[in-house]
């Protein structure tokens, strides 16, 4: 996410934790108090809206590659399976219209857009499960990432770790701000 989204957000958790803080029962004392929002401030840390959002330095820094490639195996099967039961979805659509074009109800045009862009979402499907099934065969060490690198590198590997988090915060950034009508445009997607 940009860096103004992600200061966005951390405001908008301090805002809501103190919401929420205003609506739990009045106390006499503050002492008394704090103890009581301890369960609510780790229910709230737990839902995604509240949270503060995840960096890639983040990640990278605080996660072992193996618990990076199970998210990322998680995140991929997610994505290719919601992709599939779409795919599935076009697939009837494109039956239904090829039997309105027989019938004659609808134009020869219609049948060669929607097939068109059933095949694309199962090209995306393909390339979906192809990255998952790379992400899971990869051989990956025991440990951080930084432990995989001698101390006398490290200042120069965060530096690039903080140089690849920013070309990715920069093409999320450029996706967002696509004309509409581009592949991944503002219009095609939805969590932007």
Same mark, same amino acid.
């Given at each position: ?15 809501? +934790? ?13 002492? !008394? $108090? ?21 960096? *890639? =330095?983040?990640? *990278?820094?605080? +996660? ?16 290719? !399976? ?9 697939? #009837? /659509?494109?039956?239904?219209? +090829?039997?309105? &074009? ?20 199962? #090209? ?7 990255? $998952?099934? $790379?992400?899971?065969?990869? +051989? ?6 930084? =432990?995989? &690198?001698?101390? %006398?590198? %490290? ?7 903080? #140089? ?8 999320? $950034?450029? /996706? ?17």
């Amino acid at each position: 996410m940009p860096r103004l989204l992600e200061e966005w957000r951390r405001r908008l958790a301090r805002l809501l +934790r103190g919401w929420a803080a205003a609506l739990a029962p009045p106390s006499t004392s503050r002492l !008394s $108090l704090a103890p009581s929002l301890e369960p609510l401030t780790s229910a709230l840390a737990a839902c995604p809206a509240t949270r503060e959002p995840l960096s *890639v =330095e983040q990640a *990278v820094l605080e +996660r072992s590659l193996g618990v990076l490639r199970r998210e990322a195996a998680d995140a991929l099967a997610a994505l290719g !399976s919601a992709h599939a039961l779409v795919s599935s979805a076009r697939f #009837s /659509q494109l039956q239904e219209v +090829r039997q309105r &074009v027989a019938a004659g109800q609808l134009p020869q045009d219609a049948l060669q857009t929607m097939a068109a862009d059933y095949q694309g979402w199962q #090209s995306d499907q393909v390339r979906l499960f192809d990255a $998952l099934a $790379l992400v899971l065969r990869m +051989r990956i060490p025991q440990g951080t990432a930084l =432990e995989q &690198v001698g101390e %006398e590198l %490290e200042p120069q590997a965060r530096q690039h770790l903080a #140089s690849l988090a920013a070309e990715y915060q920069r093409g999320l $950034l450029a /996706q967002q701000f696509r004309p509409a009508g581009e592949p991944g445009g503002a219009a095609s997607d939805a969590d932007g």
